[in-house]
C-alpha cells in the first residue's frame, strides 16, 4: 500500500543484492516507502494496484524490458510518475535511447551512491538527469551538439541567474531548498548546455547574450 505521507519508489531489478542496497541508499532521501519488483509483470501488478508513486527506478536489463521498447511501455503506462533508469550499459547510443523513450533520467550501476542520490534528488524536483559520460563517450553528440540541442531549464535559469548574483553553491542550496550535491549537478548541467567550464564563463556568456 502506498503511504502518501512519504515519498513512494519503486524499484524494478531483478538482482535482490541491488535492490536492498539501493533500498538503504533511498532512506537517506528522508521518509521513504520502497516497492520492489522483479520483472515486467510484477511492475504492472505494481502500478496497477499500489496507486501512484513519486518514482520508479528501471533496470534496462531485467525481465520484460531488456531494451528501449520496454523503457517506453512502462513511462506511457505512467505518464505522471518519473521513470530513471537504471543499467550497466552506459554507451551514449543506450543513453539516448532511454531518454527518447520517455526516461525522466539515465543512471550507470557503476556511479557512486552519492552520484546516483543526486540524479534521484534532481529528477525529483523534476529536471531531468542525463550524465556526463554520454556526453563524453557518445560518438553521435558531441558536447556542442547536446548543448544547441537541449534547452536550459527554468531551475537552471534560476540558478544560473544566482550564480551572476555572485551565490556559492550552498547559498544556492539553501535559498532553493536542495542538497548541494543537486545544486553541484544543476551547475554542470548548465556548464554543459552553456559550453563553458567555469562560473566566470557562465557569467560572461550572460552577459553576451543580454
Known amino acids: 500500500m502506498v503511504n502518501h ?29 520502497v516497492a520492489e519488483a522483479r520483472n515486467r509483470r510484477e511492475i504492472e501488478v505494481h502500478l496497477k494496484h499500489e496507486g501512484m508513486f513519486d518514482l520508479v527506478l528501471l533496470d534496462l536489463d531485467m525481465p ?28 551514449g547510443y543506450v543513453v539516448k535511447a532511454c531518454l527518447d523513450a520517455g526516461a525522466m533520467g539515465f543512471i550507470s550501476k557503476s556511479s557512486a551512491g552519492k552520484v546516483m542520490l543526486a540524479a534521484i534528488q534532481m529528477v525529483l524536483t523534476g529536471e531531468r538527469y542525463v550524465p556526463s559520460i554520454y556526453f563524453d563517450n557518445s560518438s553521435e553528440h558531441s558536447p556542442d551538439a547536446a548543448s544547441t540541442a537541449s534547452s536550459i531549464s527554468p531551475r537552471q535559469q534560476q540558478i544560473w541567474q544566482m550564480l551572476i548574483d555572485g551565490k556559492s553553491n550552498k547559498e544556492i542550496a539553501v535559498a532553493l531548498d536542495l542538497t548541494d550535491s543537486t545544486v553541484k549537478q544543476h551547475v554542470s548541467a548548465l556548464f554543459r548546455k552553456l559550453g563553458v567550464n567555469s562560473r566566470t564563463q557562465a557569467i560572461q556568456k550572460a552577459r553576451t547574450n543580454s
Do not use: K, W
Not at 524494478?12 to 528522508?30: I, K
Not at 511501455?73 to 550499459?89: F, K, L, W, Y
Open 64 to 91: 520484460g524490458v531488456a531494451n528501449a521498447d520496454g523503457v517506453r511501455h512502462i513511462c506511457e503506462s505512467v505518464p505522471q510518475t518519473a521513470v530513471v533508469v537504471i543499467s550497466g550499459s552506459d554507451a
Open 5 to 33: 505521507g512519504a515519498m513512494n519508489i519503486l524499484i524494478a531489478d531483478d538482482h535482490a543484492l541491488f535492490r536492498d542496497g539501493m533500498s538503504l541508499l533511498l532512506q537517506t532521501l528522508g521518509p521513504v516507502e
